[in-house]
């Protein structure tokens, strides 16, 4: 347990990610020393987890806008009365559900969302873990001459594999995302190696389910180079996997970490609340 925390406890779950945080019910009107340790613990560890919380919607999200302004997802803004929430549902028969591939949040943003805060509210006996990789890791265990052709790229990220009519994905799950005639593609390039605004640390900044390819490159001519930072990104010892509980909650950075949702249940329900912080 780090011990150089006041208003909260910190317990690391892996030795590269991951903590979680006690002392604290997320629900209450936290003081002002609580936040600021529990934004720092999220910089130290990338993801931090709590425990038995009950949090209605209403306070989850005067808890997500202590850390900045709540994040409109463009695919989820689907017509519902509250546009600020997203409810990541799984029922018996999905075939799919939304995050089981490794990525980043909505990385086809300008800017990337900062993070997001995910609630359980129901969840299987047992299955459906979520794993997370640091992506500072990922950085800085390629070589030298690795990271000297990296630094001067960029890479193209678009949501056409996730949302849209072409994307299908609708046809699989629950959680439903805009696939409307007035849906456009979003496009945005960013630097395959980002500078952490708030640490300084530089991590690798690409995922297989929003990068498309290279700038300048065709995806033929991308993929030798992304398909081998894809299968580096998440080497075992670059992650933490976290076992949900209902009222358990997930908070992590979205610029300098990747995730994926386990598909491994699916005969089981799974209900979940998300709020995300733009960046």
């Given amino acids: 347990m780090d011990s150089n925390y006041k208003h909260i406890t910190v317990t690391p779950l892996s030795s590269s990610i991951g903590a979680e945080i006690g002392g604290v019910n997320v629900a209450d009107e936290l003081s002002d020393g609580a936040i600021a340790e529990i934004r720092q613990a999220l910089l130290d560890h990338l993801?931090?987890?709590?425990?038995?919380?009950?949090?209605?919607?209403?306070?989850?999200?005067?808890?997500?806008?202590?850390?900045g302004k709540i994040f409109i997802h463009p695919n989820y803004d689907v017509g519902q009365e509250d546009n600020e929430t997203v409810y990541l549902i799984r029922r018996p028969g999905d075939t799919s559900v939304a995050g089981e591939k490794?990525?980043?949040d909505t990385s086809?943003?300008?800017?990337?969302?900062?993070?997001?805060i995910l609630y359980a509210i129901e969840v299987p006996d047992y299955g459906g873990d979520t794993v997370f990789a640091n992506q500072?890791?990922?950085?800085?265990?390629?070589?030298?001459?690795?990271?000297?052709?990296?630094?001067?790229?960029?890479?193209?990220?678009?949501?056409?594999?996730?949302a849209g009519p072409q994307s299908n994905v609708n046809a699989k799950r629950t959680s439903q995302v805009r696939d409307d005639a007035d849906w456009r593609e979003t496009v945005t390039a960013h630097p395959v190696v980002?500078?952490?605004?708030?640490?300084?640390?530089?991590?690798?900044?690409?995922?297989?389910?929003?990068?498309?390819?290279?700038d300048g490159m065709t995806e033929a001519e991308s993929a030798p180079i992304l398909d081998y930072l894809y299968e580096h990104q998440h080497r075992p010892e670059f992650t933490c996997r976290f076992s949900w509980r209902p009222g358990s909650i997930a908070f992590w950075d979205n610029r300098c970490s990747i995730h994926l949702a386990i598909h491994d249940n699916p005969d089981s329900s799974r209900?979940?609340?998300?709020?995300?912080?733009?960046g």
């Fill in 194 to 214: 980002r500078t952490h605004p708030e640490t300084g640390r530089k991590h690798l900044f690409v995922n297989p389910v929003y990068t498309l390819r290279l």
């Fill in 47 to 67: 993801v931090i987890f709590f425990r038995d919380q009950d949090l209605p919607v209403d306070r989850h999200k005067a808890f997500t806008r202590r850390f």
């Fill in 102 to 104: 490794w990525h980043a």
């Fill in 108 to 116: 086809m943003m300008n800017p990337p969302p900062l993070g997001a």
């Fill in 271 to 278: 209900h979940m609340q998300r709020t995300q912080i733009a």
């Fill in 136 to 162: 500072y890791l990922a950085y800085e265990t390629l070589s030298e001459g690795m990271k000297t052709v990296l630094e001067p790229l960029q890479a193209i990220h678009s949501d056409i594999r996730v």
